[in-house]
C-alpha cells in the first residue's frame, strides 16, 4: 500500500470562496487532458457498438465465486445511426445496457440492448434494481424505463414525470432518494423526491433555485439531502445554436452546497459555500461526530466549459473531502487524491454513514487504467492496473454473503481489452488488491466506455 498525505492542502470557506479559492487551490491541468479533440467521444472504445449480441457461450479464465448469483448490468451511451462528431455530446447517446449473468460459478449469458422503444431515446445514464424491478435511468427530464430479467425493454415507467441518473439508496429504510431537474419544463426549480420500497413517491419538495444548474447527483446522510448547487447552468445561447446538451460553465452562478433536513423543505436549507468547482459523484456523505456534514467527491476544476461534448476535456477530476458545518455555514475543502479518478463508488450498506473504505477508476488520458481502493481512515490506497492496453470502468463493491469486514467482497467492472477488440467482466478480491482477478468473463464483443451500473441480486427482482 502506498501512504499519501492525506488532506494534503485545505482551504476553509464563509463568505467569500472565490477569493479564498484563488489562492488555495491547486488544479487539474486545463484544456491538456487529451480529451478536448473533435471525435473524441465516438473514438477508439468510446465509439458505439452497432448491433445487439446475445450469448451463452461465454469462456471463463479463473473461477467465478459460486455465492454470486444475479446480473451485473452496466448503461451507457450508444448513438444509433449517423452522428455528427463536431456536435456530439457523449451524455447524448442513445441508452444501451450490457448485462452478464451469473449463477453457481458460472456465467450464463451477456446481453446488450438498446434502452429505447422504437423512436423513444431510453435514458442511458445508470441502471439499477429497485421494488423487484430493473430500471433505466437518466437526468433531465426523461422518465425511467423498465427493463425485463433479459434487458429487454417493457417501457417508460407511467406516471413519472422525471428521475434522476443517481438515486441514493437509503439502508436504514430501503427508499430511494432523487433530486430531479428537467430544463425543458421547469426552469426555476428542481424537485426532491422519495420513493418507497414499492417505488411509490412519498415526499415531493420543490427547491427554488436560480439559473437552471444541472444537478447530477445527490448525497444522504442521517438528518440531511445535500444538494449540489454548481456552476454548470442551461446556456440559452447555446439552446440558440441547437446544442444536444446546453449547459455550459457559468462563471456568474455562486458555487454552493445545499444542507437540507430530510423532514424539512426548502426554506430550511443551510447553503454553504464551495470554492468554484463542478461535481458529478460523491463516494459518501455521512455526519461526524460533531454533527458535521462530510462529503468525499470527485471534483472538476472546469466543466463545460472549452470542451462541450464530454466532461473530460477541461479539467480531470480528483478526490476531495469537504466538510460543512451546518451551525456555522461554514466549508472546509480537502484534497484526499490529486490524482485524475471518477466513478467513485463504497459499500452499498453504508451509503450515508460514516464508511472506511471506497473506490475510484483512475482517469488518464483517453485511458481508465486502472481502479484505486481507498481507505478513508488511514490515507493509504491500493491499485488494481488492469494491464498494458487494457482500460476499466466504474467498479462495483458486492459485499460477500458473509463478510467480515466493511471491504470483504468483490469489484466487478468491465475491461475492454486494445488486443482482442473486446471485453471482459472481471471480478476482484476487494480485500487485496495485489491478487489478480478471481475471474475474467471473456465477451465476444466490446463494452464501449459509459457510465453507471449495478450488481442486481436474483433474490431481489421478481
Ligand atoms: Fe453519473
Redesign the pocket.
Known amino acids: 500500500m502506498k501512504r499519501r498525505s492525506l488532506l494534503a492542502a485545505s482551504v476553509t470557506l464563509s463568505m467569500a470562496p472565490g477569493l479564498l479559492a484563488s489562492c488555495a487551490r491547486s488544479s487539474t491541468p486545463v484544456e491538456q487532458t487529451g480529451y478536448l479533440k473533435n471525435g473524441m467521444y465516438l473514438s477508439d472504445n468510446f465509439g458505439p457498438v452497432k448491433v445487439e449480441t446475445t450469448t451463452t457461450q461465454l469462456e471463463v479464465l479463473g473461477k467465478i465465486p459460486e455465492e454470486l448469483a444475479g446480473r451485473f448490468l452496466r448503461n451507457g451511451p450508444n448513438p444509433v445511426g449517423e452522428v455528427n462528431a463536431d456536435a456530439y455530446h457523449w451524455f447524448t447517446g442513445n441508452g444501451m445496457v450490457h448485462g452478464v449473468r451469473l449463477d453457481g460459478g458460472r456465467a450464463d449469458w451477456y446481453r446488450n440492448r438498446f434502452v429505447g422503444t422504437g423512436e423513444v431515446s431510453g435514458p442511458n445514464?445508470?441502471v439499477i434494481g429497485h421494488a423487484g424491478r430493473t430500471w433505466a435511468i437518466v437526468e433531465s427530464g426523461t422518465p425511467p424505463m423498465e427493463l425485463g430479467y433479459e434487458l429487454e425493454p417493457v417501457g417508460p415507467r407511467a406516471g413519472w414525470d422525471r428521475f434522476s441518473?443517481?438515486p441514493k439508496y437509503d439502508p436504514v429504510t430501503g427508499e430511494i432518494h432523487a433530486i430531479c431537474y428537467d430544463w425543458a419544463n421547469l426552469r426555476d426549480h428542481v424537485e426532491y423526491v422519495v420513493r418507497d420500497t414499492e417505488a411509490n413517491l412519498v415526499k415531493s419538495v420543490d427547491i427554488p433555485l436560480p439559473g437552471m444548474p444541472m444537478i447530477?447527483?445527490m448525497s444522504l446522510t442521517n438528518n440531511y439531502v445535500v444538494i449540489y448547487d454548481l456552476p454548470v447552468t442551461l446556456s440559452f445561447q447555446a439552446l440558440a445554436l441547437g446544442a444536444d446538451f446546453p449547459f455550459r460553465w457559468d462563471d456568474d452562478h455562486e458555487p454552493r452546497v445545499g444542507l437540507m433536513p430530510r423532514d424539512g423543505s426548502a426554506k430550511d436549507i443551510v447553503w454553504c459555500p464551495v470554492s468554484p468547482n463542478y461535481a458529478?459523484?460523491p463516494m459518501n456523505a455521512y455526519e461526524d461526530n460533531d454533527g458535521n456534514v462530510v462529503v468525499d467527491i470527485c471534483r472538476y476544476e472546469r466543466m463545460f466549459n472549452a470542451d462541450t461534448n464530454g466532461p473530460f476535456g477541461d479539467s480531470l477530476p480528483r478526490l476531495d473531502r469537504w466538510t460543512f458545518n451546518p451551525s456555522t455555514h461554514r466549508t472546509t475543502e480537502e484534497i484526499v487524491d490529486e490524482r485524475p479518478q471518477e466513478f467513485p463508488r463504497c459499500h452499498p450498506e453504508l451509503n450515508s454513514m460514516p464508511y472506511r473504505y471506497g473506490y475510484s477508476l483512475a482517469v488518464g488520458e483517453r485511458k481508465f487504467p486502472a481502479v484505486y481502493k481507498h481507505d478513508m481512515q488511514t490515507g493509504t490506497s491500493s491499485t488494481f492496473n488492469f494491464g498494458a492496453g487494457r482500460h476499466g470502468a466504474e467498479a462495483i463493491f458486492i459485499p460477500k454473503e458473509n463478510a467480515e469486514s466493511e471491504d470483504d467482497g468483490f469489484l466487478m467492472t468491465y475491461v475492454f481489452d486494445e488486443s482482442r477488440k473486446a471485453s471482459e467482466l472481471i471480478i476482484l478480491d476487494a480485500l487485496d488488491m495485489t491478487r489478480p482477478a478471481l475471474a475474467q468473463v471473456l465477451l465476444p464483443v466490446r463494452v464501449p466506455y459509459g457510465?453507471?451500473g449495478s450488481w442486481v441480486p436474483d433474490d431481489e427482482v421478481s
Open positions: 445514464t445508470h441518473a443517481h447530477h447527483d458529478y459523484h457510465f453507471h
